[in-house]
């Protein structure tokens, strides 16, 4: 079993940046790249972003088009999430996840494999 572990969460005020980290336990050979999600209370988990190994491409949601970046290791099964312009309503507890294969619509939590607990980003206003 493959354990994710994110890192890079905490405070920030509106306007500012973090940065997240998400290190696998192993290796994750054969896997169609790593992605982030997140949770704000009250509401379902939600896709944020995805960078997949073959060919580096990324995926985002809209609502962080421009303000996030995803980046990733496929070497070390790792991926980094850069957050700037951050706003209140990214406050949520972010989680990194293995998209196991190329198949599959990837904003769906179905097509990923392994999870990890999930780092607490909170924005102020």
């Known amino acids: 079993q493959v354990q994710l572990v994110e890192s890079g969460g905490g405070l920030a005020q509106a306007g500012g940046s973090l940065r997240l980290s998400c290190a696998a336990s192993?290796?994750?050979?054969?896997?169609?790249?790593m992605g982030w999600f997140r949770q704000a209370p009250g509401k379902a988990r939600e896709f944020v972003a995805l960078?997949?190994?073959?060919?580096?491409?990324?995926y985002y949601a809209d609502s962080v088009k421009g303000r996030f970046t995803i980046s990733g290791d496929s070497n070390k099964s790792a991926a980094y999430l850069q957050m700037t312009s951050l706003k209140p309503e990214d406050t949520a507890v972010y989680f990194c996840a293995v998209k196991g294969s190329y198949a599959g619509t990837y904003y769906y939590e179905n097509v990923y494999d392994h999870w990890g607990r999930g780092t607490q980003v909170t924005v102020s206003s």
């Open positions: 192993r290796r994750t050979f054969g896997s169609a790249g």
């Open positions: 960078v997949t190994w073959t060919n580096g491409r990324t």
